[in-house]
Structure formats: structure tokens, C-alpha cells
């Protein structure tokens, strides 16, 4: 269980080989109450909270631009405990990002909707890893990214011009895995289909778009490690 990999660098990726174990999550051994009372008290502030499965690290390292991991099947509550109390040895969290780019450049961002775990908050439409988001029980990055953006926004990754490698950005306790997909579209444009999607969604995860033009522009409740992400693709623009 070890986590060996530079932290708070934009890195190239070639290859991801996180791949998903059997039984238990080390981290979960021994804190059931811990896990189950915490849940119960962040039930008590958002009802909403679903306690689905998802896939929590607990090995990741990063050597000659590949990216190799172990990972395995949680409960939600398990992460929520883990994200109160962290950081610690045995966990942490990877999760991936399509950085949806405009024809003018300008990225596409989401608004958390209220009933969220990060209601409010600003990051390019994403989800952790899910059971399904393994093949061959090897995490699909592309999946997971595509999945999540057309759930949370309606756009669809598939029509539009993916870079051919992945990147990473690790900071305390979490790793990002992104990508770049560039749309034909104006940024303007694709914010008004995300809109028309969301108004028309029973239960929207999202409250709406955020259209981010440089790095200058990051809106109040962005997330933290947005930034780099944003500043490595304004300086890099050219670059698909």
C-alpha cells in the first residue's frame, strides 16, 4: 500500500494501469462504526446522499509516464469518512476529468447542484471510479469521463476530438487523470446545450455550466485542483 508519485505537477501519462482488487478496502477494516456513524450525520445535513459503490485507491504510483494502481469496490460512506479524516496511509482517491474545450478555446466547467456533496462548487463534470468503469477489472479512463459528462451535462465525448494522451495532477490525498476533448462548438454554445439539458432533468447533478476563459478567470467555489489543470491548458493551448 503505497502511494509513490510527484506531487503538484501536471505529468504525461501513456499508460493507466489502475486495476481493482478483491475484498475489503484496508482503510475500512475495523472503522464500521466510524463509517456508519459518520454517515448517518451527513445524512442528517443532505438527505439526498446515496451510499452507491465506488472505487477508493490504495496503491498508486507514478514511473516512465505510467500510471499503475490498486484500487477496491467501497461503499460512498466509506469515502465520505475517509474524506473527513484525511490524509492517511492506507487510501486515497483517484478520479478522472474530460476537460470539455470550446472552439474558442474556452473550457467547460459544472456548478454542483445543491444536493451534491460538492454543492456549489466548480470542477469539470466528473464522478469517481465506479464498478462499471472497470474492464477486465483494469479502470477505463475514457469510460468513466464520457459516462459522467453526458450524466451530469448531456455533451457527448464521443463527437468530439480527444488528445491522444492522458495527464495527471496529484495533490494531497487525490490524483486527477485528464484529458482534453476539443468540440466544434463555441464555449457559449456547448453552455446553452448543458443549459436546455439540465432544465430539462427530473433531478440534474448539476446546477449549470461555467465557462472559464484563462486562468484568470476561475469563478468563487472553484475547486482547488482546478487550477493547474486550467493554467497547464492555457499555456499548452496549441497543443491536441
Do not use: Q
Not at 6 to 15: C, D, G, T
Not at 68 to 75: A, E, F, S
Not at 98 to 108: E, K, R, S, T
Amino acid at each position: 500500500m503505497s502511494f509513490d508519485l510527484p506531487r503538484n505537477r501536471v505529468l504525461p501519462v501513456r499508460e493507466v494501469d489502475v486495476r481493482l482488487e478483491d475484498g475489503p478496502h484496508p482503510f475500512a477494516a475495523g472503522r464500521e462504526k466510524e463509517i456508519r456513524e459518520n454517515w448517518e450525520e451527513e445524512v442528517s445535513h443532505n438527505p439526498s446522499l446515496f451510499d452507491g459503490n465506488m472505487a477508493l485507491l490504495a496503491s498508486l504510483a507514478w514511473h516512465d509516464e505510467r500510471l499503475v494502481g490498486t484500487c477496491h469496490v467501497v461503499k460512498y460512506s466509506t469515502f465520505m469518512l475517509w474524506r473527513r479524516i484525511r490524509p492517511v496511509a492506507s487510501a486515497e482517491h483517484c478520479f478522472a476529468h474530460a476537460i470539455p474545450v470550446g472552439a474558442d478555446n474556452a473550457l467547460i466547467a459544472a456548478r454542483m447542484g445543491a444536493h451534491t456533496a460538492n454543492a456549489g462548487r466548480v470542477y469539470f463534470a466528473a464522478g469517481s471510479f465506479e464498478p462499471e468503469d472497470f474492464r477486465d477489472r483494469r479502470v477505463d479512463p475514457h469510460f468513466n469521463m464520457a459516462r459522467e459528462v453526458g450524466e451530469e451535462t448531456g455533451l457527448l465525448l464521443d463527437r468530439a476530438a480527444a488528445e491522444p494522451a492522458f495527464h495527471c495532477w496529484s495533490g494531497e490525498g487525490g490524483t486527477v487523470i485528464f484529458r482534453r476533448y476539443r468540440f466544434t462548438e463555441t464555449a457559449d454554445a456547448m453552455a446553452e446545450s448543458i443549459r436546455r439539458f439540465v432544465a430539462a432533468e427530473l433531478e440534474p447533478e448539476i446546477e449549470g455550466p461555467v465557462v472559464i476563459r484563462s486562468a484568470d478567470d476561475l469563478p468563487v467555489g472553484t475547486m482547488p485542483h482546478m487550477r493547474p489543470l486550467v493554467e497547464w491548458h492555457f499555456a499548452n493551448s496549441g497543443t491536441l
